[in-house]
């Protein structure tokens, strides 16, 4: 949908075959205006904004007072990203064209990429007030211009608007499920692209992008099932399968997920992801001698590909060969340097080899990245504990439970910690207080504290509890 309706009719994919037949012998012939506006649109329409540029400038050079050919290199102007130019042009044609509205959507879409939206916004309400029986048009390229420069919200508002005047039109469902995804209304989103799909259920592109919102979703099954629907229509649909893939790797099916990349291969041969993600498949089910044949793999296409170097540091890790782990990890950190995956490998691998202080170096690093994660904050406080600095990992703990209140694994490694120390009337009283607010969760306690079998008072309090519970 956009302010003129698109449609190939004979006239005009006539009017475009002379056209390409006229470059290909370069030529020149006669087109009239309404010919040259049939091509400059059918090539705005199909996104070739080069060729949409070159029939707009030989229609300027036939016809130089065309105000339509004009509001066109306007168009292009901003669909090129050069909104200064657009505006110059437009405020020429203003004196022209005052009452046209597409003078002030075109100068609202120009302000909006120079990131002037109060000034986008004064335009787009002059072009609403002269639309009339356009509007609904209108309201629609606004949200779409909205929608580029990602101020989704903003683009929502008038999609709504959209889809309040014409509830018919489904198009206008698979924008509203886009910005819906783009602000994180999930479920919304899924709504409107399963509305979508009951118009028009051969959609492949929807079918994915539901398998997107599904996978944010955490709802991998569905995502599959969307996938499947997408390939059903278009097997050959390269980031389907490349998507599915990394889903059922995420649902640990790991040689299933093998299989699909393979079908992702022979559509892109040349993808040193695909190699290096199955290696990391083979990896996880313990067939390490295969995943690093796959990382070399993935290395000879692309050596500056960062996941296979952390997929083959994670197999040293693995197999306990830590310099090797620090090696490959290091090199996947230079390719890409605030991965917080990678800085959590190197720093266990740091701390595995007794490198302590680069270990803790890492872990702050990472929790000043995330304060969120308990899972850096535990390594933190482990990495101080290994060392027997018990009161660094208890003020390390204490630290980041003030970010994460409810997190048991801090609260049951606290209580270990302060036993480990020997100061037990503190550690006794932490015990108690996470088994009364996490009993189910007692397995974090254990995995520090391994004399809580030989310890009468800790196995008391710790039965005591659960009898409770």
Known sequence: MDSRDFWYDDEMLKSVNRWEDMIKNHQRRFFDVEELEDIIDYYMDTNDIPQAAQAAYYAAGLYPTATSIQFRIAEIFIDNGQPAKALSLLNKLEQLESGDYFVYLLKGAAFNLLGRARDAQRQFEKAISLADEDKIYVLYDIGMSFEQINQHKVALKYFLKVHAMDPDNYYVYYDLAYCYERINDLDSSSAYYLKYLDEDPFSEHVWYNLGIVYNKKNEDEKAIEAYDYALAINPAYASALFNKANTLTSMERYMEAVEVYGEYLEIEPDSPAAYCYIGECYGKTGDNNTAMRFFDKALTMDENFADTWYGMGVIHAQA??????????????????????YLLALAASCA??????????LFRQLVDINPEDELYWDGYAQTCAQQKK????????????????????????????????????????????????????????????????YDEEVMTLVRNISEKN
Not at 320 to 341: F, G, H, M, T, W
Not at 352 to 361: E, G, S
Not at 406 to 420: I, K, V
């Open 352 to 361: 595995n080899m007794r490198q302590y202080a680069k270990a803790l170096k």
């Open 320 to 341: 306990e060969n830590y310099k090797d782990a620090v090696r490959c990890i290091s090199q996947a950190l230079k390719l890409d340097s605030d991965n917080p995956e």
């Open 390 to 453: 018990y009161p660094d990992a208890q003020q390390i703990a204490t630290e980041g439970i003030r970010h994460i209140p409810d997190s048991a694994m801090l609260r049951y490694h606290l209580a270990a910690f302060y036993l480990l120390n020997d100061d037990r009337l503190q550690g006794l009283t932490i015990l108690k207080e996470t088994l009364d607010n996490f009993p189910a969760e007692i397995d974090f306690f254990f995995e520090l504290f391994d004399k809580a079998n």
